[in-house]
Nanobody
């Protein structure tokens, strides 16, 4: 079982980027989440979504700008990032949790992790 991420790259301040994540090798329904990390700092919570996307949660710094949603295929998730700021620059990681109700905002809650994708916002 693995998570495969795509998207990311370079954007200007105020621009948008879209990240995607897919779980492969499993038919289990997962709670999906996104985290980000800057070198030398802890991995920070960005967004989480319950099994079927009915419940979402966001980190304070991205509320109103980022949106997590389910893709059409089972166990896929997207993160739409709008109104990007330089402080959004980080490596973004997709995460999946095989059991649990609702959303989860701690890295230790998650079982699977993607390889990470770089997001850079330039001014």
């Amino acid at each position: 079982v693995q998570l495969v991420e795509s998207g990311g790259g370079l954007a200007q301040v105020g621009g948008s980027l879209r990240l995607s994540c897919a779980v492969s090798g499993s038919n289990v329904t997962y709670v999906m989440g996104w985290f980000r990390q800057v070198a030398g700092k802890e991995r920070d919570f960005v967004a989480s979504m319950s099994w079927y996307g009915a419940i979402t949660d966001y980190g304070d710094s991205v509320k109103g700008r980022f949106t997590i949603s389910r893709g059409r295929a089972k166990n896929t998730a997207t993160l739409q990032m709008n109104s990007l700021k330089p402080e959004d620059t980080a490596i973004y990681y997709c995460a999946a949790k095989s059991m649990g109700v609702g959303t989860f905002n701690r890295p230790s809650d998650y079982d699977l992790w993607g390889q990470g994708t770089q997001v850079t916002v330039s001014s």
